[in-house]
Structures are given as C-alpha cells and as structure tokens.
C-alpha cells in the first residue's frame, strides 16, 4: 500500500490516517492470536504498540537514523525482537522460584518504525510505533527519474541529505552514462505520444526499451526500440554497430516474442556544442525519427501474393 512520507522533526516518517493505523493493529491482533496468545497478553502488546511516542524516545531508539517503516523493533524489558521470537508465555520456567512472566512481554511483533497517525496531511499528527513495516522500495531508471523530475516535476533526488538541482542531476545522469542524454530524448518522446517506455525489460531482448501501450500490468510490449544518436546527415558514429548479420538476428528475435523492432534516431544538430549538452535546454534543438524494421519472408510474401 503506497504511503505518503512527511518530514517531522528532523525525521522523514509514513504518514497513515487513524482508520488505516486501527487496521493495522487489526492485522496485529490477528497474527497474535495466532501465536496462542489469550486476550489479555494480546491487549497489553497492542497498546504498548499504539501508545504515543516522544521524539526524544524516538532517536535513542533508531539508533540516531530514520527507521520509519522499517527493521525490527526490540521489545522493553525483554531484549526479544520479532526475528527471534520470546519464549511462549506457557513455557517451562528453568527454576521453580522465578516469578510468573508477564503473557504481554513474551509476544512476536512482526515489523517496527515509527509513524505519524493524522487524518490531515498538512497537521502534525501524533507519533507512534508502526505495527507492521510500511517500507516500500520503487526503483526508477535514470530516464524514468529525470522524466519525474524535470517533465513533471514531481519528484526531488537528494546526494548526501541535499536536494540536487534539475541542472546537477542532468550532469550527475550523463557522467553515469554516456548516451542518458539520447536514452532521455527517446524516453520523453515517446511518453509525449502516450506510450510506456520500459528500459529494464529491454536488456533480455537486446534492446534499448520496450514500449507498452499502457504498462507491464495491461498488456505486452507493442515494440522493442532501439535507441541511436545520428547527425543531421544521418552521419558519425552510432551508439551500437550493427552489422546485417546482428540486425538480422535481433529482428528475428524481436519477431518470435511478438514485438516489432524499431529503430529510433535521436538526430543531433551539426552545430550544438558540448557546452549545449551539459543542460537539459538542449534537447529542445534534438529530433527524433522512428523507423520499423520488419522481416522479409519469401514464402510468405509469395503467399500472400497469390491470395491476391
């Protein structure tokens, strides 16, 4: 479930509204039941867990570093965590005269952090322990995050705890990769024309992206796309040298996945300098042409000809 992060007090924390947190806790409540836990050792686990929190509690506990949502919380007094699970309450004890352990210390908690509960994102909400982990991962491309940041402007990349500015992370993105700013070129195009370019998947079929009409979840990829930087005369070295022998082949495989190749010239002025390149105001000066490569079957064309 996707959640939304706010800073608080120094700390980048879930925010989650109050019916969300009580379904946490209903998901809590179960899993200690199933553990074997009465009531009562459940009641006391679940409002140690909802209990609210003070920031100057928070840091000795993450260890002075952000844990929102994220690894084991110890449990008070006992030193068990949910990786190694306490004693069953009903256990043997080892010597007869130690006292009866309390049944609400003994519980397996799965998942720690911290979150703010407030039915307004804009309100300070109140601090308290996340019952189960809310730490979710996205991994975008460079393309995909550049997309995100500069075209929607809808997303902030930090280098070290600061925020970078558009212009550093174009060049933070081209000293990792020598064609980012032909891959971005391509990217954007075809987001513009309502396409899906998937840069990821694209490694399995030899190919720069491959382009969905809605995304992996709706339906396979229409075409596989590879990206080549060209001169107005169509001229200079291109990113990847193909031979008619490894065109050939890529065709081919691109054909048995049910995809048709494309070929997709970002076209550089002869006149844009180096300067020119080291900011995103360049790509306004690139074109972009695409061309479909498809494979010439004999028999098959043989065939439809004479059906004609």
């Known amino acids: 479930m996707p959640v939304c992060v706010t ?6 924390l879930p925010v989650i509204t109050p019916s969300r947190y009580k379904d946490l806790l209903d998901w809590v409540e179960a899993i200690l039941s199933a553990q074997g836990l009465d009531q009562q050792a459940v009641r006391r686990a679940l409002l140690r ?4 929190v003070k920031m100057e509690n928070i840091r000795p506990e993450t260890g002075g570093e952000d844990r929102a949502g994220g690894s084991e919380m110890e449990l008070e007094r006992t030193g068990c965590s949910s990786r190694d699970p306490c004693p069953h309450p009903t256990s043997d004890q080892d010597s007869e005269g130690d006292p009866e352990p309390d049944p609400g210390l003994y519980v397996s908690v799965p998942g720690p952090g911290f979150v703010l509960v407030s039915s307004d994102i804009e309100i300070c909400g109140e601090l308290r322990r996340s ?6 991962y996205l991994q975008l491309s460079l393309e995909e995050a550049f997309f995100l940041v500069y075209s929607l402007g809808c997303l902030c990349v930090y280098l070290d705890q600061e925020p970078l500015s558009i212009l550093q992370l174009w060049r933070n993105f081209c000293s990792l990769r020598t064609d980012f700013i032909s891959l971005f070129a391509a990217y954007q195009h075809f987001r513009s024309k309502g396409w899906i370019p998937k840069g990821g998947s694209g490694a399995k079929y030899g190919v720069d992206f491959l382009l969905y ?3 992996p979840p709706f339906y396979h990829a229409s075409y596989s796309v590879v990206v080549e930087r060209v001169h107005n005369s169509y001229s200079g070295p291109g990113m990847r040298l193909f031979s008619w022998r490894s065109l050939a082949a890529l065709s081919r495989i691109t054909a048995n996945v049910s995809k048709e190749l494309m070929l997709c010239y970002i076209i550089y002025p002869d006149d844009l300098s180096d300067d020119e390149l080291r900011s995103p105001e360049c790509l306004s000066r690139l074109k972009v042409q695409e061309i479909i490569v498809s494979r010439w079957v004999s028999s098959r064309e043989r065939v439809e000809h004479d059906d004609v």
């Open 131 to 136: 019952p189960l982990s809310l730490t979710e």
């Open 7 to 12: 800073e608080h007090e120094g700390l980048f």
């Open 49 to 52: 867990l909802s209990e609210p």
């Open 213 to 215: 009409r809605k995304g």
